[in-house]
């Protein structure tokens, strides 16, 4: 570039060398971009949009197999399975994701206090998020035997007596909420995050005021909290909904005892894996993307009102 | 853009189109190619791994221009086959897979095993030898999918010394004897077991195996039709009062207490009876040689009649397997004379040729008596939607038992269902 173009056309030469830069640095940025971008492409939207086909065909992995057009979802109102499916993966995500989010935000309370060790402490609540899934199903299976589980154990030393858990209709759910439950640390760690950015003026100013620690908490923190609760609960409604593994695992794949563990996801890979049926495997999927898509949609319109951020 | 920007860009995308290329070059590339390498996938651990790695190298004696590549594929075996499914629909199978014999029908009906009934008429392999049940269960409308390789049964087993405890002579023959039995064995002390007699679904006490042994049946070869008889709704009728007798939330929590191996409820005495396989032998005969126990037929209503059903394993050929002739000579040798002697011998397990099992078990007392029943074994119906109606036999027992709905209407939903899946 010569200097004497820039004195006679100011304006145009530096909007050109920014578009020029522009163009280049937005080139380079997709070309590093590209291997990710290509991957998305070949291993999620194409599987995606090719699953929306699947659907209204009798596809079985091996082969393709006819279009059927809507006979899959009309099969799907008809079994049986499928609705008990869907009350168990409503029932667990109903009462799982309030109960993560209180005590997730409980916890991450109490490990925000300024006390000597605090590391040591949120290192013990985030340690079991470590643990695999399938390492945690066969722990707690031991944990809540009902013959000589240590849950058991400890309610019979205060002269309780213990119910079947995994093995009772009414209790193996709560059982799995219960075990889910320990997996909270991913979200604490987050909750704690979100008490960090709180800033400290507001307590101050709350002090000056003579507010006591539970107003400071139901006044101050909690409403700075909730755009964090608000991302815990879209990512737990998302969770809770495919719930697979601690089940699946647990009951060998059966849904026992009496169907009442059998959920969605678990229908799903069943029929897509061991019947043959990847067709209304994928009519199911899709439906459970509907759904789930509809309820994010919700608690976005929702969070209008109980959403504060900061600064506003 | 300079010259010099251009060339940098070009470079770059050079780059990019390499590293893509080597991943996609990098999953083409899944077995061995060469001509003369034979891949077999099998999901078994410890003896039965080590066995069929002694098996590729006696293999590899006798022809040594082959390679076999004996590979370990965790998930393999009844309803866990996602690895093979995926390599055969991706193009890129073994040559040869340890199978479930019981999922040929609904492999094969897939078109994902190779038909090997041409290959059989061209050598000398001889099925006369085989059982026919396993034959019939590795065939599929007439045609052989699979070579049939070991097998099983299922039989009453009893704690003799708990036996003579409770004073009771001889095992029980008819389910009212079966019945009495159980109930002078079991301890019971509020709500947990000290110990339990006999628990009918535990074990091998499916649906398959309680509904044959009161003399019903599960499919109508004629019609093509899963026709559930009546004497099948009888045994879950049975199973479902004696849950209610023992109360089913009870006994769940004691199998649910319940180890295996070294801690399996027979071993450790806490249940007297129990219907299982033959491989619980060498289970006992590991964790504890000394236990004072029999085996006896499952117990009919008649008393008579008696009668059991067997599965097992098969090699199969997956469709668009690379070196047929290779693996089909591998095959025969395996599942052939040499190859199950062996296989049984080390892993202590039925063979599916009879005259095997005769030599190994002649002087063995308890498997001899499963190796008797063989001859006039059922085997579960070969159908294509064999899996979907096991699975379904088992929920609509777990229903029945835990007095979720009548037994007579489950099975009917069960036979609907599998049969409208059949018409498709």
Redesign the interface.
């Known amino acids: 570039m010569k200097s004497e173009k820039v004195i006679t056309k100011p304006v145009d030469s530096r909007v050109s060398i920014k578009k020029?830069k522009w163009?280049?640095s937005h080139?380079?940025g997709w070309?590093?971009a590209?291997?990710w971008v290509?991957g998305m492409l070949l291993f999620f939207a194409f599987p995606l949009l090719s699953s929306i086909y699947f659907s209204f065909t009798?596809y079985?992995?091996?082969?393709p197999g006819e279009f059927v057009g809507l006979q899959n979802y009309r099969d799907l109102m008809n079994d049986?399975?499928f609705w008990t499916a869907i009350y168990n993966t409503v029932y667990f995500t109903v009462f799982f994701v309030p109960l993560s989010i209180f005590c997730g935000v409980s916890l991450a309370l109490f490990l925000n206090m300024k006390v000597k060790g605090m590391a040591i402490y949120r290192t013990i609540f985030f340690l079991p998020t470590l643990v695999p899934h399938v390492a945690m199903a066969v722990l707690w299976?031991w944990l809540l035997?009902?013959?000589?589980g240590l849950v058991n154990g400890m309610l019979a030393a205060v002269g309780m007596?213990g119910p079947?858990?995994?093995?009772?209709?009414t209790w193996s759910k709560p059982s799995l909420i219960l075990m889910s439950l320990w997996g909270i640390g991913q979200a604490v760690v987050i909750y704690l995050a979100g008490l960090h950015d709180i800033s400290q003026d507001y307590y101050d100013a709350a002090e000056v005021d003579g507010a006591n620690s539970v107003q400071k908490i139901g006044h101050i923190t909690l409403p700075l909290l909730t755009p964090v609760i608000f991302f815990n609960l879209v990512m737990g409604v998302i969770g809770a909904f495919q719930q697979f593994t601690l089940p699946y695992t647990m009951t060998k794949?059966?849904?026992?005892?009496?169907?009442s563990l059998v959920f969605y996801v678990m229908h799903i890979y069943?029929n897509g894996?061991?019947?043959?049926k990847m067709g209304y495997a994928s009519a199911m999927a899709w439906i459970l993307f509907v759904v789930i898509m509809a309820l994010t949609t919700l608690i976005f319109v929702t969070s209008k009102r109980w959403v504060h951020y900061q600064g506003n | 853009m300079s010259l010099l920007n251009r060339v940098q860009m070009i470079c770059s995308l050079m780059a990019v189109l390499v590293l893509v290329g080597t991943v996609m070059a990098g999953c083409a590339t899944g077995q061995g190619d060469s001509a003369n390498t034979i891949t077999l996938w099998h999901g078994m651990t410890d003896t039965g791994k080590e066995t069929f790695e002694q098996l590729a190298a006696q293999f590899e004696e006798k022809h040594p221009d082959f390679k076999v590549n004996v590979v370990y594929i965790a998930q393999q075996g009844e309803g866990r086959n996602e690895k093979l499914l995926a390599a055969i629909a991706g193009g890129n199978p073994p040559d040869v897979a340890f199978f479930d014999r019981f999922e040929v029908g609904s492999w094969a009906n897939q078109g994902s095993l190779t038909d090997l009934t041409a290959m059989v008429e061209e050598s000398d392999l001889d099925l006369e030898g085989y059982y026919p049940f396993a034959v019939e269960e590795a065939s599929y409308k007439g045609k052989l999918y699979a070579l049939p390789m070991g097998t099983d049964a299922r039989m009453l087993f009893y704690n003799k010394d708990h036996f003579r405890e409770a004073g009771i002579d001889s095992p029980p023959k008819t389910i009212a004897e079966l019945e009495a039995a159980a109930e002078k064995l079991t301890i019971k002390k509020g709500k947990r077991f000290e110990r339990i007699g006999f628990i009918p679904w535990l074990g091998q006490g499916w649906t398959y195996t309680w509904g044959w042994s009161f003399g019903g049946d599960f499919y109508d070869k004629d019609k093509e039709k899963v026709t559930i008889e009546s004497e099948v709704v009888q045994s879950l009728e049975w199973m479902r009062d004696y849950a209610k007798k023992y109360n089913i939330e009870d006994v769940t929590a004691f199998t649910d207490s319940t180890g295996s191996a070294a801690s399996d409820p027979f071993l450790t005495g806490q249940i007297s009876m129990i219907v299982d396989v033959n491989a619980k032998i060498s289970v006992i005969n590991k964790y504890k040689p000394d236990l004072n126990y029999d085996v006896a037929p499952i117990p009919t209503p008649t008393g008579n009649d008696f009668t059991t059903w067997s599965g097992g394993w098969s090699l199969i050929m997956p469709k668009g397997a690379k070196n047929q002739e290779a693996a089909w000579e591998f095959m025969k040798f395996v599942a052939g004379e040499e190859g199950q002697k062996n296989y049984s011998k080390n892993t202590y397990n039925l063979s599916a040729i009879d005259s095997i099992n005769q030599e190994l078990y002649e002087e063995d007392p308890i498997m001899k008596q499963f190796v008797d029943l063989l001859p006039s074994s059922n085997h579960r119906p070969v159908i294509s939607e064999g899996t979907l109606l096991w699975n379904e036999l088992n929920k609509a027992r777990d229903l029945a038992v835990r007095g979720k709905g009548d037994p007579r209407q489950l099975m009917q939903k069960v036979s609907n269902k599998v049969n409208k899946e059949l018409e498709q």
């Open positions: 020029t163009r280049t080139v380079y070309l590093f590209s291997p290509i009798s079985s992995i091996i082969n049986s399975l299976v035997n009902p013959q000589f007596d079947a858990w995994l093995g009772s209709e794949g059966q849904g026992t005892p009496g169907n069943d894996f061991k019947f043959f």
